[in-house]
Each structure stands twice: as structure tokens, then as C-alpha cells.
């Protein structure tokens, strides 16, 4: 309900500011991710396994559609995501009955990526810094829709296995929807006056826990450096605030 709140009074600023620009990014990104385990309990198994988890590159690519006005903007979109998750250690399995048994052990490791469908709302702040070039930092919440994993895996016989879940069977171990929250930190360099490049970094945490287990939860956090093209599709003009301006421009 905050959030709510803020975005509406934020909403409201924009639309009482001093120009309207509606525009359309298309863009991608690359980087890295990695998981949070939070442990709650220790499972009992007839295996032991210890090890570490590692980062993982990530994927991001879509189209980003929003509002601004004067310095405030507004962003929300659609975009195809893809992370993962990379763990890797010893392994110990028993073999036997009871106590006359022994552990086998030996190395193994699993890379696990996840595909995702992402709705962002993001709200902006713009500084300008010359006529050309904006640096604009943003906060806001991502609905992800999570919809596929693809595990590879290579256990301590140096056995390579392939596991593919989506639908049904992924929603048994993974949650279908998750919530994220997203900094950004944006340059936008003027191209036209219907046109801008537009780059940056993204940093994504889940808030909401990924793992549907009784042991342990999980929350994927990355880091993505994006690039995109932005196009101004229309502007509703109200009194102009200012960029500053570049002497070199001025008429003598």
C-alpha cells in the first residue's frame, strides 16, 4: 500500500511537470547472478553433500515503456530474463545396511539456469547534465514470472545428466511468481531530438522466496550492464524546464 501511494504522488509530480515525454527502449543486457541460501533445517538423507555456490551469467532483453516529466519518470515494460545458479562440492552417498555400510565420495557439480518472463515499475529521478547527456537513477519492484529451469549436472561417477522442469513439475519446487527489487543507475546521451542511447547498471534482489522447500530458502540477486535505443514517441509541452545549456551551442 506504500508503494501504492508513492507511485501515485510520483505519478501525480510527473503529470504537473514541466513536459510529458512518452518513450519506447528496446534494450538487452549481460551479467552475472548468483543465489542466497537462507538454511532453516538439515534434511535427513542416506547422502551427504558440502559445497559452495557460484556466480552464473545472466541474460536480460526486452522493451521498456514509460513516462517522464521534467526530472521524474515512470517505467514499466516486459522483458525475457535469464539467470542461474551454479553449485559445486563434495558428495558423500552411503552404500550398505546400517552400520556395516560405507561412503563413497567424490566431486560433483550442478548449473542450473532459469528462465523468466519480467514486469518492472520503476520510478526515476533525471539529472541534467549538459544539453546532451541525462544520468538518471531509479528504484522499483519486478514481478517475475518464472517459467522454466534447465539443470545440468555431473555427479561423483563423472555421470553428465540433462533435467528440464516447466509447468507443473517446476512449480513443485520452485515458486511461480516472485517479487524483486531493482536499483538502477542510467545514462541517457541525446541522439536526436526524437532519439537517445540509453545505458547502465541493474541490480536485482528477490524479496520473495524462489525455493519450495521445508529446508532451505532462496533469493537470486545479479548485476547486469544493459544498452538499449530510446525513442521519444510523442510530448505533451507545459512549461518547459530547462536543460542546462552547452556554451559551445550558444549564439554569440
Known amino acids: 500500500m506504500k508503494y501504492l501511494l508513492c507511485t501515485m504522488f510520483f505519478l501525480s509530480a510527473i503529470q504537473s511537470s514541466a513536459q510529458l515525454s512518452f518513450r519506447i527502449i528496446p534494450f538487452s543486457g549481460y ?70 555400510g560405507s561412503y563413497t565420495t567424490g566431486n560433483f557439480s550442478d548449473n542450473t539456469r ?35 529451469s534447465k539443470t545440468y549436472s555431473k555427479d561423483i561417477y563423472d555421470d553428465q545428466h540433462t533435467l528440464v522442469m516447466s509447468g ?13 527489487l531493482m536499483l538502477q543507475a542510467n545514462i541517457e546521451v541525446a541522439l536526436s531530438k526524437k532519439s537517445f542511447l540509453y545505458a547502465g547498471l541493474t541490480y536485482r534482489y528477490m524479496i520473495s522466496d524462489f525455493l519450495r522447500s521445508p529446508y532451505a530458502a532462496g533469493y537470486i540477486y545479479g548485476f547486469q550492464g544493459i544498452l538499449g535505443f530510446g525513442f521519444n514517441m510523442s510530448q505533451l509541452k507545459h512549461n518547459q524546464v530547462k536543460r542546462p545549456v552547452n556554451p559551445v551551442n550558444q549564439d554569440d
Open 31 to 100: 551479467g552475472i547472478s548468483g543465489i542466497h541460501i537462507a538454511t532453516s533445517a538439515t534434511p535427513s538423507y542416506s547422502y551427504k553433500r558440502e559445497g559452495h555456490y557460484q556466480s552464473h551469467g545472466s541474460f536480460a532483453g526486452g522493451v521498456l515503456a514509460g513516462v517522464c516529466g521534467g526530472r521524474a519518470g515512470f517505467t514499466t515494460g516486459l522483458q525475457f530474463l535469464s539467470d542461474g545458479m551454479t553449485y559445486v562440492g563434495t558428495e558423500s552417498i552411503y552404500h550398505g545396511l546400517g552400520s556395516g
Open 114 to 148: 532459469f528462465s523468466h518472463l519480467v514486469v518492472p515499475a520503476i520510478l526515476s529521478f533525471r539529472f541534467f547534465i549538459d544539453s546532451a547527456i541525462t544520468f538518471v537513477p531509479g528504484i522499483g519492484v519486478e514481478t517475475s514470472f518464472n517459467l522454466r
Open 168 to 180: 507443473t513439475e517446476f512449480a513443485k519446487y520452485y515458486a511461480p511468481v516472485t517479487a524483486s
